[in-house]
């Protein structure tokens, strides 16, 4: 066999673009939304490219994490594994502060440094084999992946700026004005709430009036875990018929497999299943009818893959959840979703709350909500340095180091506490 | 991207080897043994190598999905599940007259019938990507696979035939005298006893036997669930601190959860749990405690990295089940195990009782009980074709078309059933 290609060097690019001020139970986006941008160079123009969390204390797991990888050969991801396992070594935790991904253990932290260097490398292998990812991933099993709109309230702008063009959205008018725009402008066939931001009953009222405006579109909700088993019960009954699954209704598996009994329409969840290990308890209780998977903290696309499959043996629905992100992790969500059999329910993205800001130089386009599968080798897209660039400096001055919901919607409500309905 | 490459053509080819007289609770092995050699084209010298059963139902289904296999591309393992599926079509169940591998539905005949041609692309997909298939499954966790030694019980040789080279073992100290030989000539590290041909007692005396002759190695027992659980639990106890697992003692996944709660020792299985959808219930009834993949029926390789990764997730142990196979399928194991990171135990394998017979030009070789992964491109072997057309030959004119030891077994002992002990 030919000389086996190695990675000659990894880049970590903290990023910063403006995000609106979207509303949840944890409090609200700042006005800049953190990521990182990772190259892994084989040399000559050859760059797989992965994207992250750009919160502090992962960078600088990721940073350490980087530094290790020279000599990797792309395909052994087993390879990668090790330097990742080795670089981070034991006490590594990371919890988020933005709390809605749940408490923090080193598989989880393992899985969340490993995600972006796994793409890269899946990226770099399809380079090297005029192969786009989703074929690496096992083949094809749609050319077209389907997205949902996901619809936050929010406020008309940041606290002392201009409203921005998304404008205003804190009851259920307000909502489906967003919702019509949203879908008038990228087609989605299926809308999400995220809701948890007021009491149970004004977002019923919101879900009943999106309804009305939009007879056929499948419709979720999702608060985040701030009811009471009661309440979700109660919420459940009361939407019967409306919602095609109710997401993350309350907190821990005990909670949602008692709501799960109980409710009309199954529970999907990001928060309750998202490591593996919660599998099995999950499945056991029948906790949940769609796990939402997210390759940045599952541990990659091959992860993802494997969720997959546990998803499909249990006969439980999948989809994607998506964070605050650009370019790049869309890519690897469109790739995934093709190669995965198994997808039943439109993906989730934030990329409509983005405004057109990215980092690739060919953003890729919704049309009647999907994307469509790049076409090119790897993940079929192409990094703009220029746009890097002048992300890397707001990240530098922008002042933000961490996700912080909370601390910034207390800058305007001191009194804030997550609420429990 | 350039032009994707297409399968030209797909040639099945039966073929026939020598196998020796060995027990089992379903009957003995007949003279031959049968398998099918998988050859897909894609012009010029460019061949995937895949292996499989060959017996006379499954050759026809095999046949049936080569023709349509014309335009594949090698790397879309979506669209080879679709043609086989659409080239299979309905009512296409075919059962094992052998009996060794449960009944028969729709999932496993298309899970043994897609797997050699999945084998076959990622060979292909290797040798147009200059990659061995363990990288290609993800990466390589060990260079080396661990094998396990594999005794049966025998006659010295077929009937009206000259012993063969391994001679008879009916007794405790005939497969001592086996293992001995067997250990000796490839430095297997654990040891396999097929048992389920004597009463349990004879067998524990075996087992007793191998024990004190191979004081520090890992014992094996498989009755190929001919045990009552009454008698399973019994066994189990008897042979606390002698057995590393035992293997299918009784029959069902109800069964064999009522001997596993009891069994000082994890259950292992080839019997209960051979497909997808016997998972759940498995692994909620805690029924065993190893799981024996098997590309061969669950479906190729990717597949059974899907049951590692339940495995993985489950906590329940995972090696690797055998039939009477040659190097394309040993090939196929190794790339399998080196790419899995949670194979718990040495894998089993019929190789020693073939006698140097091999489709391959340089056969796979044992070291201390271990395999190396092949270096070269995809699966790294050579297909021989003098001998493939001499085996071939032989399958012609040695009058066998099914598998059929029991069959084989009554023309000794007419009255012969299957025991229940």
Redesign the interface.
Known sequence: ??TRPAVRGAVVTPIAFPDPPLLNAAGVHQPWALRSIIELRLGGELVGLGESYGDEPHLALLHRTAAALVGL?P???????RRVAAALGAGFDVADRHGLTGGSSPAKTMARVLAPFEVACLDLQGK?????VC??L????RDRVPFSAYLFYKWAGHPGAEPDEWGEALDPAGIVAQAQRMVRQYGFGSIKLKGGVFPPEEEIAAIRALREAFPAHPLRLDPNAVWTVPTSVKVAEETEGLLEYLEDPTEGIPGMAEVAARAPMPLATNMCVIQ??E??EA??RRAVGVVLADHHYWGGL?ACA?LA??C????VGLSMHSNSHLGISLAAMVHLAA?T?NLSYAVDTHTPWQCGVDVLRTPLRFADGSIEVP???GLGVELDRAALARMSADYLRCGIRERDDTGYLRQVRPDFERPLW
């Open positions: 066999m030919s050969d395909f052994d991801l087993a390879d990668l594994r090297l084999t005029d192969r786009p074929d690496l096992g083949g094809r099993y593996f290990a599998l099995p499945m056991a091959r494997e499959a546990v499909r043996i249990w006969d190669a059999p076409a090119g080798p």
